[in-house]
T-cell receptor, first 115, second 113 residues
Framework: AQSVAQPEDQVNVAEGNPLTVKCTYS??????LFWYVQYPNRGLQFLLK??????LVKGSYGFEAEFNKSQTSFHLKKPSALVSDSALYFC?????????????FGSGTRLQVQP | DGGITQSPKYLFRKEGQNVTLSCEQN?????MYWYRQDPGQGLRLIYY???????QKGDIAEGYSVSREKKESFPLTVTSAQKNPTAFYLC????????????FGPGTRLTVL
């Protein structure tokens, strides 16, 4: 079975500082990995995805994520946090070689950026 | 929230009632999904459909039903058999490829009175 873990319920960072939101996955095959962001009472917005190739993926709003196969991680990063980045972030995984095309989501990490 | 609409935004249900949540997309996507979001639990898959007139149960399908009679529409019915339906419900759609991202609607918050 595939699963995703987001070990931190909340991450606090000062505006202008770098941020990292952690994600680890557990799958038996090769994964497709995704990051989404959710603002209060809204749907999820796609940030970026890893399919294959370069382990560093760049996405929307200055976010990037690094795929690390040996550590089965896909941490989300941004060099300089903004107050407007404060939101709920979800990591998700889909197996490549399976008929199940739906995503398996982590429990989410709330990012709080302080001015 | 892209080209996906969900209605209503808020829904109140009395115990024993069935209610139907609407999801419509104009993105010409083949696949559509329903997720349930509870605090601290992330999103859990209820049902998904990869093509018209076909759908599969997700991880928490008990107490829910769906139909997919049109490509654009994927309504979810929360039946009286669902014992704890109070949650935020999210509909999503995607193209057929395995690596394509899903687009989400704005959600429906269901509260049981």
């Amino acid at each position: 079975a595939q699963s995703v873990a987001q070990p931190e319920d909340q991450v606090n960072v000062a505006e202008g500082n770098p941020l990292t939101v952690k994600c680890t996955y557990s799958v038996s095959g090769n994964p497709y990995l995704f990051w989404y962001v959710q603002y209060p009472n809204r749907g999820l917005q796609f940030l970026l995805k890893y399919i294959t190739g370069d382990n560093l993926v760049k996405g929307s709003y200055g976010f990037e994520a690094e795929f690390n196969k040996s550590q089965t991680s896909f941490h989300l990063k941004k060099p300089s946090a903004l107050v407007s980045d404060s939101a709920l972030y979800f990591c998700a995984v889909r197996l490549k070689d399976t008929g199940r095309r739906a995503l398996t989501f982590g429990s989410g990490t709330r990012l709080q950026v302080q001015p | 929230d892209g080209g996906i609409t969900q209605s209503p935004k808020y829904l109140f249900r009395k115990e024993g009632q069935n209610v139907t949540l609407s999801c419509e997309q104009n993105l010409n996507h083949d696949a559509m999904y329903w997720y349930r979001q509870d605090p601290g639990q992330g999103l859990r898959l209820i049902y998904y459909s990869q093509i018209v007139n076909d759908f599969q149960k997700g991880d928490i399908a008990e107490g829910y039903s769906v139909s997919r009679e049109k490509k654009e529409s994927f309504p979810l019915t929360v039946t009286s058999a669902q014992k704890n339906p109070t949650a935020f419900y999210l509909c999503a759609s995607s193209t057929s490829g395995y690596y394509n991202e899903q687009f989400f609607g704005p959600g429906t918050r269901l509260t049981v009175l």
